[in-house]
């Protein structure tokens, strides 16, 4: 059963910075794109950032310069550093992985269960 797990959500202040983190776990033979999303209340999800195997990446306009998208392939780990947060980054963080395992060696898209990250003006 593959298995995204985030981590490092919490409350900042506005100017302040946060490291999420997502590891997968599970019988995993390959990871293509992974990435980050978000929902704020009453808002639809929508992409924060993504990168695929190679190391390339994008991100939205309301966060480029600010946030950072990275990869361990080693340990089948995405990161998101975000910096100078501001209140309007507030939301649910979402991990997401293309990922081809054991169970679906085909490739399935893959959630993580979301994580809290909130920013005080």
């Known amino acids: 059963q593959v298995q995204l797990v985030e981590s490092g959500g919490g409350l900042v202040q506005a100017g302040g910075s946060l490291r999420l983190s997502c590891a997968a776990s599970?019988?995993?033979?390959?990871?293509?794109?992974m990435g980050w999303y978000r929902q704020a209340p009453g808002k639809q999800r929508e992409l924060v950032a993504i990168?695929?195997?190679?190391?390339?990446?994008n991100y939205a306009d309301s966060v480029k310069g600010r946030f950072t998208i990275s990869r361990a392939n080693a340990k089948n780990t995405v990161y998101l550093q975000m910096n100078s947060l501001k209140p309007e980054d507030t939301a649910v963080y979402f991990c997401?992985?293309?990922?081809?395992?054991?169970?679906?060696?085909?490739?399935?898209?893959?959630w993580g269960q979301g994580t809290q990250v909130t920013v005080s003006s």
């Open positions: 990168i695929n195997s190679g190391g390339s990446s």
């Open positions: 599970g019988i995993i033979f390959s990871i293509n794109t």
């Open positions: 997401n992985a293309d990922i081809r395992s054991l169970k679906v060696p085909g490739g399935h898209d893959y």
